[in-house]
Nanobody
Framework: QVQLVESGGGLVQAGGSLRLTCAPS????????VAWFRRAPGKERQYVTS????????YYVDSVKGRFSISRDNAKNTVYLQMNNLKPEDTAVYYC???????????????????WGQGTQVTVSS
């Protein structure tokens, strides 16, 4: 069974950068959309950004626009999240999610994604 594996999290000072990677383990998979969500301490999981695998269209939550960038490498079946100018409020566990059935429509609802990774911790110190 395909699983998603996130990597690249860590501790960084405010204003710094990190690049998260989401890749499948086990075997390659075909997704309509891949997204990143995050869960901050004491808060619900929140949509951050997503990318359509075929069109490359991207969407971002307002709080990360201009700072975060999602991209994909079709050959490697991998999605990246470049995070620049990080802020303490970006501290969270970041999850990669994929929709492999149902189409490439835009959605911020986590129920619309059927494949999830275990998450990677991102901590931004002030």
């Amino acid at each position: 069974q395909v699983q998603l594996v996130e990597s690249g999290g860590g501790l960084v000072q405010a204003g710094g950068s990190l690049r998260l990677t989401c890749a499948p383990s086990g075997r390659a998979f075909s997704a309509y959309v891949v997204a990143w969500f995050r869960r901050a301490p004491g808060k619900e999981r929140q949509y951050v950004t997503s990318i359509s695998w075929t069109s490359g269209n991207t969407y971002y939550v307002d709080s990360v626009k201009g700072r975060f960038s999602i991209s994909r490498d079709n050959a490697k079946n991998t999605v990246y999240l470049q995070m620049n100018n990080l802020k303490p409020e970006d501290t969270a566990v970041y999850y990669c999610a994929a929709r492999t059935v149902g189409g490439s429509y835009y959605s911020e609802e986590d129920s619309r994604y059927n494949l999830w990774g275990q998450g990677t911790q991102v901590t931004v110190s002030s």
